[in-house]
């Protein structure tokens, strides 16, 4: 299991459309894909689950990969986070 701290800067935090996307980005990986922020801890697979950490402008969440291909998603999701 890898981790990376990695801040959301879309001007509107994660509404729907970059949550979407984010969703859409994970179900690539193999691996288990988590969004941490907080005390709570969900799939980053889950539309629902993304937009129920309600996510603002600048705030900083933890992504968790764990399994098979777990270096190339973190890698994956935290560049794709950057360039939301």
Do not use: N, W
């Amino acid at each position: 299991m890898i981790s990376a701290q990695v801040t959301i800067h879309t001007p509107h935090g994660l509404h729907l459309r970059p949550a979407g996307e984010l969703a859409e980005e994970a179900l690539k990986y193999r691996c288990r894909v988590s969004l941490a922020h907080g005390d709570k801890e969900i799939s980053a697979k889950s539309l629902l689950g993304i937009l129920s950490l309600c996510i603002r402008q600048d705030t900083e969440i933890t992504v968790v990969c764990d399994g098979m291909d777990e270096q190339e998603a973190l890698e994956g999701m935290v560049q794709f986070i950057e360039h939301l």
